[in-house]
């Protein structure tokens, strides 16, 4: 299997990247999907989430995610506290999803939608043949947040401050997609991805 990590910061235009990857045949596994499934009720995260941060438990058992987002996005240290928890059970639970793609079809092309890809340390090991940023200007990350999710600009900055810088996650970049521009311009930036991928999952596995 030919293995891409797929980031950006949010609002960068990563999903629809990862969107039309899927729409040609890619295998693409979303962290933020992993993310709820290893903090699912009786789970060893959920587990330990309750022992780090009190009160961000409901009463049915589930997590409270507003709760808990409050505490993160507010002080760096409890964010890599959650980070630490998290993190290794993403990473796992990936692992075999890939292992299982990768069992049914050598020639697969997969896609790792992974929007904290710098800040996920305990990713790293993580051998990937091509890591893919998508990478839009800070003003217009912002007013996309405005305008499509309704935030306010002190809700948007904060998000955005939360995150790795655009220096940071650009220098992990082997190619970087431009979604400065019109979204035709993004998915035929994603297009020739596809076409560079499909290539070289082929040839890879006739070596």
Request: no cysteine; proline share 4%; aromatic share 4%.
């Amino acid at each position: 299997m030919y293995l891409i990590a797929l980031t950006g910061g949010i609002a960068s235009g990563k999903s629809v990247v990862s969107e039309r990857l899927a729409s040609h045949g890619a295998v693409v596994v979303d962290a933020d999907v992993l993310a709820r499934r290893v903090v699912e009720p009786g789970t060893p995260g959920l587990s330990r989430i309750a022992e780090e941060f009190p009160g961000v438990i409901k009463d049915d058992g589930t997590l409270d995610r507003a709760a808990l987002g409050a505490i993160i996005f507010s002080d760096p240290e409890r964010r890599e506290a959650l980070n630490a928890i998290t993190h290794p059970e993403i990473q796992r639970l990936g692992n075999q999803l890939f292992a299982e793609a990768n069992a049914a079809d050598p020639y697969a092309v997969g896609v790792y939608d992974v929007p904290l890809l710098v800040e996920a340390v305990h990713d790293r090991p993580r051998k990937y043949d091509l890591v893919v940023v998508v990478h839009a200007d800070t003003a217009i990350r912002l007013n996309r947040m405005m305008e499509l999710r309704g935030m306010t600009r002190e809700e948007a900055t904060h998000r955005l401050n939360s995150q790795a810088s655009d220096t940071e996650r650009l220098a992990i970049a082997d190619i970087v997609i431009d979604s400065n521009g019109t979204l035709e311009h993004t998915l035929e930036q994603a297009d020739e991805l596809w076409e560079m991928a499909a290539a070289s999952a082929h040839s890879a596995q006739s070596l």
